[in-house]
RNA sequence: GCGCCCGUAGCUCAGUGGACAGAGCAGGUGCCUUCUAAGCACUUGGUCGCAGGUUCGAUCCCUGCCGGGCGCGCCA
């Protein structure tokens, strides 16, 4: 029995008390489930007596009686104690808990599925790396834990859409064009130019796809570079994307709503709704009519649409193609975007608190030996994407990124996260994969398969460590869908380590395979199905953060 | 000045209103002739920044302070 089975079972048992006149209260309709960290509270409980207390008009320890009384009589509870200010300690049958792990490993890569967010179409946009350079590292930090929350939105069954805009119009496009003429020229670095050694790179490749190209002039070059440039560094962000394991359903070109007018149509959207007026020869939307610090202009004086009002009719864009909520992951340095993005989506009539989610994460600072790498975008010292998947691999990189709550800013120690040992997570959480996989090998060069569901007594896996061992694989499904409920995909990776945690403290205490000349027993059978099982969650969870969970190391 | 984020063990950080606040690292003591020691056990270590408030109950919610980070363009 997972803890939302008998989470029913709770509710139900309140179901039960007030049909028998011994409670009186509305029923409610989700009942927490804990599972409690001193074994002598039982495998699980539940403070429902406490939270009913209030409504019920009777003092919490009364309440708990009334719902115990029902739910001593439930299917697969084996007792329930009244303690504290009332909390119910619940102690499952043997085998309710047990089964556990024989539907887990039958469900194998669905084990942590759930529908808790069925019929929600989002829209999820992040990286969003304008392709005037290599995706940096705070864009990294997006990429691990966007992908991340994706694939965890997509596994508590809401209809997710990756996203990723980039700008290929506007005033940093020409000055990436520019920079690449003047590379290409051997002209120096224009004013607030791009440097790096990419510049160069690229532009090397415009000039060998275009022959002649150094002939024209400079206005025709400069399209040229424009073009081809945008085109070249945006294959490269795709590539070291997918490098890292990020694919996005969707590319969207900045330029295109230029080009099709869809900015006119968002300003003249806006314009009916009656939030646009001009001033000092610019057009600007009254934002500070919902909430924002002050107006911002959509159209400048000089005629140019600002990059806001390409936002504008982006988010049109996105709502006119069917999603319900538009999903925008920012770096800390984006802050006060929120303020008029929720604006303009008031102000297109939407409600800010249902079609909008911003999330915003903290700076990434990278620290080598105990150093903070110093990082200069003139000096080319950039450190980017591909440099650390090159500094710590794939995985690494991914797990270090995503284990940390957005909101904290993290640095990230390069020598750390290289290191063979039980300060790097992610080696703790998938040596505990590649051990069991071992063992699993070792069984069946023994002979010993999982055999069929219905021949295993997990009925005899009742030790502490392999009772919490189940409770803690039984965890799982709830993990899954309140990460993303949360946004919170660092939520997933904690619990790895607590699950192999429990992993290594159950193998060290329990022999699985027979030693030596001994027979294998049914609670061979039972341990090995509880070690396929753990395996099934470790990586069910690595591969919801998008990291390898291997089979040997 | 205003807005957002952070402040929890020596360090790096978990902790969706519940029971004695947790993990890893660092320090100390042990455990490998048989399933991966990249592991495990025991042990040292806390005014949860400070002060109020709400609550049966606050690290968590509210208010005010203190300290740190980021942001406040007719840039993109």
Redesign the pocket.
């Known amino acids: 029995m997972t803890p939302e089975q008998l989470s029913d079972v709770v509710r139900s048992a309140v179901a039960a008390a007030v049909e028998r006149g011994t409670l009186a209260v509305a029923v409610p309709d989700a009942v927490?489930i804990?599972r409690?960290?001193?074994p002598?509270?039982?495998d699980y409980?539940t403070?429902i007596a406490?939270?009913l207390?209030?409504p019920a008009g009777r003092p919490?320890r009364e309440v708990a009686e009334a719902v115990a009384a029902e739910l001593r009589a439930a299917e697969g509870v084996a007792g329930v104690e009244i303690?504290?200010?009332?909390?119910l300690?619940i102690r499952l049958a043997k085998d309710a808990l047990g089964r556990v792990a024989v539907q887990t490993v039958t469900a194998g890569e669905a084990y942590g599925r759930t529908d808790v967010l069925a019929g929600q179409r989002l829209n999820l946009e992040f990286v969003s790396a304008?392709p005037t350079g290599p995706v940096h590292i705070g864009g990294t930090r997006w990429a691990a834990v966007g992908d991340a929350l994706g694939r965890l939105l997509t596994a508590s069954g809401a209809e997710v859409s990756r996203e990723y805009y980039f700008?290929d119009?506007?005033?940093?496009?020409d000055r990436f064009a520019t920079s690449l003429m003047a590379a290409a020229n051997d002209r120096p670095v224009p004013e607030d130019g791009y440097a790096g050694a990419y510049i160069g790179e690229i532009a090397a490749q415009v000039v060998a796809a275009e022959p002649g190209l150094l002939e024209l002039p400079d206005a025709e070059q400069q399209e040229r570079f424009r073009v081809r440039g945008v085109e070249l560094m945006f294959a490269e962000i795709k590539r070291s994307l997918a490098g890292f394991g990020v694919v996005f359903d969707t590319y969207f070109s900045?330029k295109t709503l230029h080009d099709s007018g869809a900015l006119e149509k968002a300003v003249a959207r806006l314009r009916e709704q009656g939030h646009v007026y001009e001033?000092?020869?610019?057009v600007w939307l009254r934002t500070t009519d919902f909430a924002d610090?002050?107006d911002?202009?959509l159209v400048?004086?000089?005629g140019?649409p600002?990059?806001?009002a390409a936002d504008c009719a982006y988010y049109l864009d996105k709502r006119e193609r069917g999603f319900d909520k538009v999903v925008i992951m920012l770096g800390?340095?984006?802050?006060?975007?929120?303020?008029r993005y929720k604006a303009l989506v008031a102000a297109m009539g939407d409600d800010p608190a249902t079609n909008l989610e911003i999330l915003?994460g903290?700076?990434v600072n990278l620290v080598r030996n105990g150093e903070p790498v110093r990082m200069s975008k003139r000096a080319g010292t950039v450190v980017n994407l591909e440099d650390l998947v090159d500094a710590i691999g794939a995985d690494a990189a991914r797990y270090a990124l995503a284990r940390?709550?957005v909101?904290?800013?993290?640095?990230l120690d390069l020598d750390a996260w290289t290191r063979?040992?039980?300060?790097n997570?992610v080696?703790?959480v998938q040596?505990a994969h590649?051990?069991i996989?071992?063992?699993l090998?070792?069984a069946a060069d023994l002979g010993l398969p999982l055999g069929e569901a219905a021949d295993v007594d997990t009925a005899l896996l009742e030790t502490q460590r392999e009772s919490d061992l189940l409770r803690a694989i039984a965890e799982f499904p709830?993990?899954v869908s309140?990460a993303a409920e949360?946004r919170?995909p660092?939520?997933v990776a904690?619990y790895l380590?607590?699950l192999?945690?429990t992993y290594?403290?159950f193998?060290?205490?329990?022999?699985?395979?027979p030693?030596?000349d001994e027979e294998a027993t049914p609670l061979t059978t039972a341990r090995l199905w509880l070690c396929a099982a753990t395996a099934t969650v470790l990586a069910n969870g690595l591969t919801v953060l998008g990291v390898s969970a291997?089979?040997?190391?």
Do not use: W
């Not at 800390?332 to 303020?339: K, P, Q, R």
């Not at 909101?407 to 640095?411: A, R, S």
């Not at 063979?420 to 300060?423: G, V």
């Open positions: 927490v804990d409690p960290k001193n002598e509270h039982g409980a403070n406490m939270r207390a209030k919490p303690a504290g200010p009332g909390f300690n304008n700008n119009a506007g005033s940093q496009i900045e001033t000092d020869g610019a610090d002050k911002r202009v400048k004086s000089d140019e600002t990059y806001f800390a340095d984006h802050t006060g975007y929120v303020g915003i903290q700076l940390a709550s909101d904290q800013q993290i640095d063979k040992t039980n300060d997570p080696f703790y040596y590649a051990r996989a071992s063992l090998r070792g709830q993990v309140s949360l919170a660092h939520r904690r380590e607590e192999a945690g290594h403290r193998y060290d205490a329990c022999r699985v395979l030693r030596g291997p089979e040997r190391m």
